[in-house]
């Protein structure tokens, strides 16, 4: 049973995970904590079971993809870089990206009501691995995020795009001067967050019940998760993020349920207490 | 002279301002306040008690108010919190000044301001909130809802009928939903095993492993006590994706409509508590219309979105007997028996808690009909 409650943590965290590394690409370039991503991924979701019925997981997720990317870039260019632009501390944009995420929620609860939804397919018995139950799309979800982190790896490893960010968030002056146009990184960045928030979104909708605040709940797991493995390392949110689940899944099971959220944050408090920076953090730049 | 007249003039005119003033503010005062708490917004809101009360005064005003004066509803939107609820009730109590508030509609709320109305001797009267720590709470605090105590009652001497005896339990950790689980526990405790006995806080939107817990428990009967009902839908799923092959039983939040008309297949066989009451009744019926004319939705949550709309009734007949006085309102409370409205009789008990009735209802091919 106890490799149950780590499958239950890998496709727990594989979501977490998803949103955390969205959040930390924007907070890498732009320096503030972008909570506004949870309405990216609340977006997402929703969209992603409206247009399930009609035109299939595929053209679904094309949707939500498309929609997310739109939606970020939207948000970036009429209110994040208005603000940047007039010099708003961070505190200011952690604030206004709060307000995103609390206005987006209210438009889905008004269009799609309050009412919890699940996505239109039948609920089938899970598949024995090794003793443990798993369902086909949670096997999906696991899977596809390991891929698209990979791939997110690469990006930030292999491509222009990846050195430019990198570039930026190490030192944005310099990489001005050495002819990176750090406004069109900024864009890149909250354009790819779209796309892995769109993917979260997409597993969300998958594999649980959706209400219209699902976004904060997400947003602030992936957060803790970010925080733990160190928020401007990608590979570092990730693992941070599978440890949310983990500790998550197992404090629930070894003690009780009702400590679920509280487990979570004493980790998030533990690790600003002992190693700020997060399990492999560094103090200045970003990590691959 | 020319001065003088100046100054008269201005006397008279300053005074006939004064006067036009009084007029028109004690034409606004010309209205019986009345207060509402309860969730506007919110994944409570879905109850609809906002609706049907508004409903119940549009109505009453729409035929003259009561002897002549319109109701003023204030209404304040409480969220099912504690926070939310005193702050709406502060501003009702002591800058609008009622001397009765509607509300709370869910027990967090109603328990939150229960306190602050007893200090001010403002009638509270609640609706849709069933936890047994409201009953005798104070001189001027009623409710329409029947304690939930005898849920749990309802729902173990239905488990021992079957002839089950391992049960587990999970529960929202809420002034509402936790009450019936304890109440169940030591309901079945008497006559068979609880294997397992969690909660989860407000908002979770993971049971995985707490499933995991439930399938390992060996349990025949699960007992789900929810507070909001988004989470019936997503435990029910992961119990069903685990390979759980366990009976659910519910609560009454757990019946509701919306959801499990939206999936009847996977509630299949699901037993909830439900208050007895009878939804073809001619006050039902005409209510419900009125609901889906306004709203262009059905009543939401039958009985308790019934009796919010009751309540307003209640009230106003309070007012047109004994005058909007919280005493004698207090008085005329205590005293309700037999009053007729779209969510049954109601009545009152010494305790000030609604006198009603539960009984069991199940989801049969898709269809939610009584238990036998």
């Not at chain 2, 989860?200 to 006590?225: L, P, R, W």
Request: charged share 15%; aromatic share 12%.
């Amino acid at each position: 049973m106890l490799f149950q409650v780590f499958v239950n943590a890998m496709i727990v965290g594989s979501i977490y995970a998803l949103v955390a590394v969205g959040f930390v690409l924007t907070y890498t370039t732009t320096k503030f904590l972008n909570f506004g991503h949870g309405a990216t991924v609340a977006l997402s979701a929703y969209l992603f079971l409206v247009s399930f019925d009609y035109v299939g997981y595929f053209g679904a997720f094309i949707v939500a993809c498309l929609s997310a990317v739109l939606f970020n870039f939207v948000v970036y260019q009429f209110l994040y870089k208005r603000l940047m632009g007039k010099k708003a501390s961070k505190v200011i944009l952690l604030l206004v990206s709060f307000g995103v995420l609390i206005a987006v929620e209210s438009i889905i609860q008004i269009v799609f009501s309050a009412s919890p939804r699940r996505l239109n397919v039948p609920i089938v018995e899970g598949l024995n691995l090794f003793g443990a139950k798993i369902t086909g799309i949670q096997i999906f979800i696991v899977i596809i995020t390991i891929l698209i982190l990979i791939a997110v790896w690469i990006v930030m490893k292999k491509t222009k795009v990846g050195l430019g960010l990198r570039a930026i968030a190490d030192n944005p002056d310099l990489a001005e001067v050495y002819g990176l146009n750090s406004k069109k990184i900024i864009v890149a960045s909250f354009m790819i967050a779209g796309v892995l928030g769109a993917i979260a979104g997409m597993a969300i909708s998958l594999d649980y019940v959706i209400t219209p605040t699902v976004g904060t709940g997400y947003m602030i797991k992936g957060f803790v998760g970010a925080v733990t493995g160190g928020l401007n390392t990608v590979y570092g949110s990730i693992f941070g993020s599978y440890v949310v689940g983990l500790f998550e899944n197992y404090g629930a099971w070894f003690f009780n349920s009702g400590y679920k959220d509280a487990i979570a944050f004493f980790l998030l408090f533990i690790m600003l207490i002992i190693r700020p920076q997060g399990l492999f953090g560094i103090k200045k730049g970003i990590r691959g | 002279m020319d001065k003088k007249r100046l100054v008269n003039f201005f006397i008279v005119l300053v005074l006939t301002i004064v006067i036009v003033l009084l007029i028109i503010f004690s034409g606004t005062t010309e209205t019986y306040k009345i207060g509402y708490v309860g969730a506007m917004t919110g994944p409570m809101a879905k109850y609809g008690s906002y609706e049907a009360v508004s409903l119940a005064i549009d109505e009453i005003n729409d035929k003259g108010g009561i002897s002549g004066k319109q109701i003023e509803l204030i209404a304040e939107d409480g969220k099912c919190n504690a926070q939310d609820a005193v702050a709406g009730a502060n501003k009702l109590i002591f800058q609008d000044g009622v001397k009765v508030i509607l509300g709370g509609h869910c027990s967090p709320e109603s328990l939150a301001i229960a306190s602050l109305s007893e200090e001010n001797k403002v009638i509270q009267l609640a609706s849709i909130t069933t936890s047994p720590k409201y009953s005798d709470f104070g001189d001027y605090i009623f409710r329409t809802s029947p304690s939930s105590a005898v849920q749990g009652e309802v729902i173990s001497n239905a488990i021992k009928a079957q002839g089950y005896t391992k049960v587990a339990i999970l529960f929202e950790k809420t002034d509402y939903a936790e009450p019936i689980a304890a109440n169940l526990k030591t309901g079945v405790e008497k006559f068979g095993q609880v294997v397992y006995y969690d909660q989860y806080v407000t908002g979770t939107n993971d049971f995985k492993t707490e499933v995991s817990k439930i399938v390992e428990s060996g349990a025949e009967i699960v007992f789900i006590s929810p507070q909001a009902p988004d989470a019936t839908l997503l435990i029910v799923k992961q119990l069903l994706e685990q390979g759980s092959t366990a009976k659910i039983f519910g609560n009454d939040v757990t019946g509701n409509l919306s959801v499990i008309e939206k999936d009847p297949t996977i509630f299949e066989g699901m037993i909830f508590t439900t208050p007895s009451f009878d939804s073809n009744s001619e006050m039902y019926l005409m209510f419900s219309q009125k609901y889906k004319e306004k709203y262009g939705v059905d009543v939401p949550y039958g009985f308790w979105t019934a009796e919010s709309y009751d309540a307003v009734f209640i009230i106003a007949n309070a007012i047109n007997e004994n005058g909007y006085d919280s005493d004698g309102i207090k008085t005329y409370l205590e005293a309700l028996t037999g009053f007729k409205g779209s969510s049954g009789t109601i009545s009152i008990n010494a305790l000030h808690d609604g006198i009603r009735s539960y009984s069991l209802r199940t989801v049969k091919s898709g269809k939610i009909v009584n238990y036998e």
